[in-house]
Nanobody, 117 residues
Framework: QVQLVESGGGMVQAGGSLRLSCVMS????????MGWFRQAPGKGREFVAS????????TYTDSVKGRFTISRDNARNMVYLQMNSLKPEDTAVYYC??????????WGRGTQVTVSS
């Protein structure tokens, strides 16, 4: 059974930083593309970032470029999202996702990030 568990969310003031972590079990981590998505109140789920199996290919949504950094540690089955210069509009539940392709068939339960102005 595949499990993705996020951690590291919380409340921070605008301009602050948070680092989200996600650990995967039940599937060979290194075979998966990993991603982060978010869902703000009243809005649909939004792609944030993705990273290829080896970490060589990374994609960000435009609104987080230059502020967020996705990384992975295949030895620890972990993917991270370093979030700097946070803005109130970054407030959302952040989800970790995994899959053999960018359809991301596996999802975590999410971690809340709240940025106050």
């Amino acid at each position: 059974q595949v499990q993705l568990v996020e951690s590291g969310g919380g409340m921070v003031q605008a301009g602050g930083s948070l680092r989200l972590s996600c650990v995967m079990s039940g599937r060979t981590f290194s075979r998966n593309i990993m991603g982060w998505f978010r869902q703000a109140p009243g809005k649909g789920r939004e792609f944030v970032a993705s990273i290829s199996r080896t970490g060589e290919s990374i994609t960000y949504t435009d609104s987080v470029k230059g502020r967020f950094t996705i990384s992975r540690d295949n030895a620890r089955n972990m993917v991270y999202l370093q979030m700097n210069s946070l803005k109130p509009e970054d407030t959302a539940v952040y989800y970790c996702a995994a899959g053999p392709n960018t359809d991301f068939g596996f999802w975590g339960r999410g971690t809340q990030v709240t940025v106050s102005s």
